[in-house]
């Protein structure tokens, strides 16, 4: 037997040829599995490809948790998301490396993550929305390219850990018909909305794996489409890198949409179709699809191929030594320096949607304040979904009593998170705490009101109560907010949730945060917001409607009506909406195309009394343009911190691709013709100008 395949002096596309020429069918297949079985004579232990690290390693023990993904779009900050994916990508190192001394290679413990989700977030209703970036494709492409290069490392040999760019593609509900749907898209959409996120993770960010969506596009299995695994991810993105299905979905291939009689028939279209490997149990069935004649074995060999070789870019058969990431110590796993990152970027995420001026409270004359929710002391609603175990967490009640301990802070539930209780045959109703909580706010100069969500109320089929019906709050806490306002002292409304939602006596508030599920710091980053240690500055990174009423059909895949760029009516809170405790003043604003690209050159000044971060935001609007177009759409953005009075020339650079627009066959259009330019720390629409009292600037190019 050839052993040469082991030497770490020869290029990996050779030792990757000279070890699969060598393995027989049988072998092979044996490794297209997320389980892929040990190899004895060859010395290659088994490997378990499945691990999860959405924000913070999930499922293998203690780990830093950051904010949700959708908290983590809000900072819409992308070098602090490569900064989180720089730390989540160590600790998945040193989890790696522990569980292979222990001799431990299950689930959980491999290098190749699958993460990020970058499907935009297109209807309010799908209860994945806030594993996703949001709804646009640019904010969603640069947070995707940058987090995905922050956990594949910038070794020009050795990937550190190798991302996963998810769902590919055109996936974003129906949770409960997505074994069996059909997402029917026009080509022009598919191009301008739903795979540029995708297009920029393979060629920005090198991304070195793709997993397949369940459902069918435009009548192609995702997991077995000619057209998105060939044609465009290999042939025109150029992808070199290897394939996964989503789990189960090579199984619903002939279970669910029905287009294979058999498993064998539904591996070989995969496989033929540029899967490489199943998260699932039919492609052992490859076997008898090759003494069928239904694929040949040289795909397989190809597809086992690219998989040898991720694993040989991730130094799994080379010695530590003279590997960068081989020896990450331990105790850096769960660090101070890990815990004050994911605070940060909690503290970024907030989004205030309104304040009269009540925020920051003034400590000063600050005596009692009352606390109440069902989400005020919740550690469930730290969280979202797929998560690890963080070795500390702080409630919002937690973080205010730290943050602020000479003031008293009255804690009552008020109800139910969602309505009933184990007891409640028994005389307790759902809403059998509300007296305290009146009785709380009456007692307090304020009431701080955290409502909202879980991860058990919005996520994926199977692991909660998947897609929500509506954008409300549950029946349970609308009663409570019902009740409180008759109380007649200020309020403040600090809601969780992964997703648009929409405020009950919303004008009765005097403040209201958007908080999200913002990891295990969140409490202490709420009450930081809350009392003025930080300026709040995270901006929505999805559209908050008014009522259902906006919101096309859950299954209509058209982006007709939906997001910022297509939306027709003004929302309650546009995408890219945050307000600030201080105030930021834009000028000289100058931009000019260099090709097919255009660079924007803008001042800023922070022009209020406290120090404070601002998004600034790149807006093109299309005049006259040759093919339909969005009513206007971001094409940059950066984030800034300044100190009063402080000010900086920015300079902002908009990728060809964002300022492109599309034909009905989805080829791009330069549109040659003028555009205008907006600037400034929102939308250039009339709510984001309503809302912030002011309009970015304007500049036509």
Not at 68 to 78: L, P
Not at 257 to 278: I, W
Not at 423 to 430: A, I, M, N, T, V
Not at 471 to 491: C, F, H, N, W
Request: some cysteine.
């Amino acid at each position: 037997m050839d052993h040469d395949w082991k030497r770490a002096d020869l290029p990996f596309e050779e030792r990757a040829d000279l070890l699969v020429n060598q393995m027989t069918l049988e072998e092979l297949v044996s490794q297209m599995g997320f389980y892929s079985s040990a190899l004895s004579r060859f010395g290659i232990p088994e490997y378990c490809w499945w691990n999860e690290c959405l924000h913070g390693v999930a499922r293998s023990g203690t780990a830093t948790m950051f904010p949700q993904s959708i908290a983590m779009a809000a900072s819409f900050d992308a070098p602090a998301l490569y900064r989180a994916a720089e730390i989540i990508s160590d600790e998945a190192r040193i989890k790696h490396h522990a569980a292979a001394e222990m001799g431990d290679r299950g689930i959980y413990k491999g290098l190749t993550m699958w993460t990020p989700n970058i499907n935009i977030f297109r209807d309010p209703r799908w209860g994945r929305g806030h594993e996703t970036y949001g709804e646009d494709p640019c904010l969603t492409s640069a947070l995707g390219v940058s987090f995905i290069r922050g956990l594949q490392g910038d070794d020009p040999k050795y990937f550190k850990c190798i991302a996963t760019a998810k769902h590919y593609a055109v996936h974003s509900g129906p949770e409960e018909l997505r074994h069996g749907f059909n997402a029917v898209v026009s080509r022009k959409e598919l191009a301008e909305t739903y795979l540029p996120a995708f297009r920029a993770a393979v060629r920005q960010g090198s991304v070195y794996s793709v997993m397949g969506a369940y459902n069918r596009v435009n009548g192609e299995p995702a997991c077995a489409s000619p057209t998105l695994l060939l044609h465009i991810l290999r042939d025109e993105w150029g992808f070199d890198g290897y394939v996964v299905s989503d789990c189960g979905a090579v199984e619903d291939i002939y279970q669910n949409h029905k287009l294979a009689d058999a498993p064998a028939e539904a591996a070989a279209m995969a496989v033929n179709n540029g899967l490489d490997l199943c998260c699932g149990y039919l492609f052992p069935y490859l076997v008898e699809a090759v003494e069928k004649g239904l694929v040949e074995e040289n795909a397989i060999r190809a597809a086992v191929r690219r998989l040898f070789l991720a694993r040989m870019k991730l130094g799994l058969f080379d010695p530590p030594e003279g590997q960068p990431y081989a020896n990450i110590p331990y105790m850096r796993n769960d660090c101070a320096e890990h815990r004050q990152a994911s605070l940060e970027l909690a503290q970024n995420s907030i989004v205030m949607l309104k304040n009269d001026g009540i925020l920051p409270l003034r400590r000063s004359t600050l005596r009692t304040v009352a606390v109440i929710g069902p989400n005020a002391d919740s550690r469930a609603a730290l969280v979202g979904n797929y998560a690890g175990t963080p070795s500390e967490t702080y409630t919002v009640l937690e973080g205010l009593r730290q943050r602020a301990p000479e003031v008293r802070f009255l804690y009552a539930e008020g109800c139910a998170l969602t309505g009933g209780s184990v007891g409640e045959p028994w005389g307790e109703p759902q809403t059998f705490r509300i007296a305290e909580a009146l009785k709380s706010a009456q007692m307090a100069d304020v009431s701080i009101v955290v409502l909202g969500l879980t991860g058990e109320q919005e996520g994926e089929e199977g692991l909660g109560a998947g897609d929500r019906i509506t954008m409300d709050l549950p029946e349970v806490q609308r009663i409570l907010l019902d009740a409180l306002i008759s109380v007649g002292k200020p309020m403040i409304l600090v809601n969780m949730t992964g997703s648009p939602t929409v405020f009950p006596h919303e004008e009765r508030f005097s403040a209201i945060l958007q908080l999200w599920y913002p990891g295990q710091m969140g409490g202490l980053a709420a009450a930081d917001v809350l009392l003025g240690n930080v300026s709040p500055s995270g901006r929505l990174p999805v559209t908050f409607y008014r009522d259902m009423a906006q919101v096309p059909e859950f299954t209509d895949y058209s982006m007709r009506g939906r997001t910022y760029r297509f939306l027709d009516e003004e929302p309650a809170y546009p995408f890219g909406y945050g307000l600030s405790y201080t105030r930021f003043a834009y000028d000289g604003l100058f931009a000019e195309r260099l090709g097919e690209e255009l660079v924007v050159r803008v001042t800023v000044q922070n022009a209020g009394e406290i120090a404070g971060r601002e998004v600034v935001q790149a807006y093109v609007r299309w005049i006259d343009p040759t093919v339909s177009a969005p009513n206007h759409q971001l094409v940059a953005f950066e984030s800034v911190f300044l100190t009063a009075g402080e000010s900086v020339e920015l300079t902002l650079h908009a990728r060809a691709e964002q300022m492109c627009l599309y034909d009905e066959e989805g080829h791009p259009v330069s549109h040659p013709g003028t555009i205008e330019v907006y600037v400034g720390g929102g939308q250039p629409d009339t709510r984001t100008t309503a809302l912030l009292g002011a309009s970015p600037l304007r500049t036509v190019v």
